[in-house]
């Protein structure tokens, strides 16, 4: 009896290992689609009902929580970034100089000129633009009038922007990350490697930025590429060496969750703890992410072309 009573529970445990062996191993694309080139942008509704993402040829694809695509607008331009407003009616696509604004049926609604830069980023409202201007000035637009500016020492990467348009962080290729509010320094961190990828908390309570280098070739692999977390003060609370360069970052608006892209073709997810929680392999280079509020789900953009919807 004692006999058969362990042979129960040596069929029981394994079953279980079983299981948790069938989770680990489904498949985490929800869907995913085909575009025309590298997938430079990605953005989702807060509910994931609509995916908006952006090729490099300057076309936008605007999909249901399917898959299934809904519009395909080409702006003629390379688009650097998308919002979704909250009420899902408008969808925003931002290139390095010019606006345009959309229905989400896809008609064209206004498009207006900015400040020439290399990236550019616009709050949900549309009433405040962030962006890099000369490729060193940090900048802050409020409806198409320059607020303020701020110098970096080197070209500016990549920037996030609060909803309410007073906090700017900043990706630049001097190495440092920066936090600006109302164009003044609240503070900066040296990486000591270009960083690339930023992205800060609507209270700016953290902040999150990965480095590395545009010109890395394929596999190429270094220490000095990480995955950096702050909080609001500029404390670092942990650093990843991730060993790829990681060029796009999202974060939860509570903290919780970190996405990352990287050039070893993954999406990675973090905790706010630093606990890798998951990873996902991609057939490309992975170029831009965004996580969904609830951390749950996840929009990727690779060099393979495709987007990826993924279940976190």
């Not at 519009?71 to 009420?87: Q, T």
């Not at 040296?190 to 908390?201: E, G, I, Q, R």
């Not at 790829?244 to 903290?255: C, N």
């Amino acid at each position: 009896m004692k006999k058969l009573g362990i042979i129960l529970l040596f069929l029981f445990v394994l079953s279980s290992f079983g299981v948790v062996l069938g989770e680990e191993s489904s498949d985490p694309v929800i869907w995913k689609y085909k575009t025309s080139s590298w997938v430079l942008a990605v953005n989702t509704t807060n509910d994931t009902s609509y995916t908006a993402a952006s090729a490099l040829d300057g076309s936008i694809y605007y999909l249901d929580n399917s898959g299934k695509l809904l519009w395909n607008k080409n702006v003629g331009h390379r688009i650097v970034y998308l919002s979704l407003s909250e009420d899902q009616s408008k969808v925003t696509a931002v290139t390095g100089e010019k606006v345009y604004i959309f229905d989400n049926s896809g008609k064209e609604l206004n498009n207006y000129k900015t400040f020439k830069g290399t990236f550019m980023t616009i709050t949900p409202d549309g009433k405040h633009i962030g962006g890099s201007s000369s490729n060193i000035y940090a900048m802050v637009y409020k409806d198409a009038r320059p607020i303020w500016d701020y110098k970096a020492e080197d070209k500016i990467n990549f920037v996030s922007l609060t909803p309410d348009g007073q906090t700017l962080a900043v990706a630049s290729s001097d190495n440092h990350v920066y936090l600006i509010k109302s164009g003044f320094l609240l503070w900066k961190y040296d990486t000591k490697a270009p960083v690339l990828s930023v992205a800060v908390t609507p209270d700016s309570s953290y902040l999150v930025c990965g480095t590395g280098n545009f010109e890395s070739k394929e596999g190429e692999t270094s220490n000095d590429f990480k995955l950096y977390l702050f909080d609001g003060t500029g404390k670092i609370l942990w650093s990843k060496v991730i060993g790829y360069t990681i060029s796009s970052v999202s974060i939860t608006p509570d903290g919780s969750y970190i996405a990352i892209g990287s050039w070893d073709k993954k999406v990675h997810i973090y905790s706010n703890l630093g606990e890798h929680l998951r990873e996902f392999k991609t057939e490309g280079n992975v170029l831009s992410v965004s996580i969904t509020p609830d951390g749950k789900n996840v929009v990727a953009g690779s060099t393979d072309s495709y987007i990826y919807f993924l279940d976190v």
